[in-house]
């Protein structure tokens, strides 16, 4: 299993990003993917939520109506469309896959891109 | 949602035995046996070494082990080892189909 994150920048507040999280090494239409972040120094904050085919999405409040997960299982990607970044989302940003079939079991961790929102 | 709450930090000697503690809300750790935990060394991403409350990855050791009461959940790592040194997360499911962590807890092997 191989997930690698890029996209990731320097970018002024207000502005937008998307991010793309490359998997491998696995059918990636049978998982169910999330996207995690992590503040400079800070600890980890779940973002959102994709199911295997695409048709269930969840966000944490702090991004809901300015982040958007998607996935593109020819391309086996998955995206976060963030807008209106804010200073407050500086961190890097992992994608994971979920395991099991229930609970948001992430077994699978890429190695993260930095995202710095800043004048 | 708030964080749930875990200790800042721990330690702990070589051989000893160690509790890091993580406390939730009926909302999430109570109403579900969908608990894990993750180690993150430096620079790295976490990984997984405690699910469903006590279950463990077969790659993890038996030194690490999960359990619950009510709307709180615990990680004891027995036998300390140097490489155990890392930050350590809690996480539950939640009510909303969320995921929330806790706040982190340093472990600093002596």
């Known amino acids: 299993v191989q997930l690698v994150e890029s996209g990731g920048g320097v970018v002024q507040p207000g502005r937008s990003l998307r991010l793309s999280c490359a998997a491998s090494g696995f059918t990636f239409r049978s998982y169910a993917m999330h996207w995690v972040r992590q503040a400079p120094g800070k600890g980890l904050e779940w973002v959102a939520v994709i199911s295997y085919d695409g048709s269930n999405k969840y966000y944490a409040d702090s991004v809901m109506g300015r982040f958007t997960i998607s996935r593109d299982s020819s391309k086996s990607t998955l995206y976060l469309q963030m807008n209106s970044l804010r200073s407050e989302d500086t961190a890097v940003y992992f994608c994971?896959?979920?395991?099991?079939?229930?609970?948001?079991?992430?077994?699978?961790w890429g190695q993260g891109t930095l995202v710095t929102v800043s004048s | 949602q708030s964080a749930l709450t875990q200790p800042a930090s721990v330690s702990g000697s070589p051989g000893q035995s160690i509790t890091i503690s993580c406390t939730g809300t009926?909302?999430?750790?109570?109403?579900?046996?969908?608990v894990s935990w993750y180690q993150q060394h430096p620079g790295k991403g976490p990984q997984l070494i405690v699910y469903e409350v006590s279950y463990r990855p077969s790659r993890v050791s038996s030194r690490f082990s999960g359990s619950k009461s009510g709307n709180a959940a615990s990680l004891t790592i027995s036998g300390l080892q140097a490489e155990d040194e890392a930050d350590y997360y809690c996480s539950s499911y939640t009510s909303r189909s969320t995921l929330i962590f806790g706040g982190g807890t340093k472990l600093t092997v002596l």
């Open positions: 994971a896959r979920e395991d099991g079939e229930a609970g948001y079991i992430l077994n699978s």
């Open positions: 009926s909302s999430d750790i109570g109403g579900y046996d969908y």
